[in-house]
């Protein structure tokens, strides 16, 4: 019988709809414990998690079983079901997300900086960090129009 080899990382971050700042402190470490196990399940193991109170940073190898939309949909269902649980009533993501695969030779200078996310953010907003992950990746299908909801 043959065997499917595959090593493929993704740098995945979304934010709360509107940029709501829903990601308190006092509640970052369960949902990153939380997303952490989604991920598990769907076998694609997480190698660094951070946020801050308006968006969240995963770096995670992808499994050769599911579709990275697929592990995204559930990733943020059930951790906005489990937000809602814990008493965030309000709690949503936004529609859109950014993914972006990393080499294998770039791993861990991407999860320094996923370990760093809320000293970035004192200098740079999400919305420009994620425009220059965009530039970075060679994204061309941005549309802050439908990206920003």
């Keep these: 019988m043959g065997q499917s080899l595959s090593q493929l ?12 700042p829903y990601i308190t402190l006092d509640i970052e470490k369960e949902l990153h414990a ?9 076998e694609s193991p997480s190698l660094q998690i951070n946020s801050v109170p ?3 940073h995963v770096l995670f190898r992808l499994s050769k ?12 269902k059930s951790s906005s079901k489990w937000m809602k649980e814990k008493g965030v009533k309000e709690f949503t993501w936004q529609i859109g997300y ?19 996310q809320k000293k970035h953010h004192n200098v740079q907003d999400y919305k420009e960090e994620l425009e220059e992950l ?6 061309i299908e941005y549309d802050a129009t439908y990206f920003w909801s």
């Design 134 to 139: 965009m530039r970075e990746y060679d994204v």
């Design 65 to 76: 079983n599911y579709a990275l939309a697929k592990i995204v949909e559930e990733v943020k």
């Design 54 to 56: 308006d968006h969240i």
């Design 34 to 42: 939380y997303i952490i196990g989604i991920l598990k399940n769907m």
């Design 98 to 116: 950014g993914a972006f695969s990393v080499s294998s030779s770039a791993v861990n200078k991407v999860e320094r900086y996923i370990k760093q």
């Design 9 to 20: 990382y993704v740098h995945l971050t979304f934010g709360t709809k509107f940029r709501e």
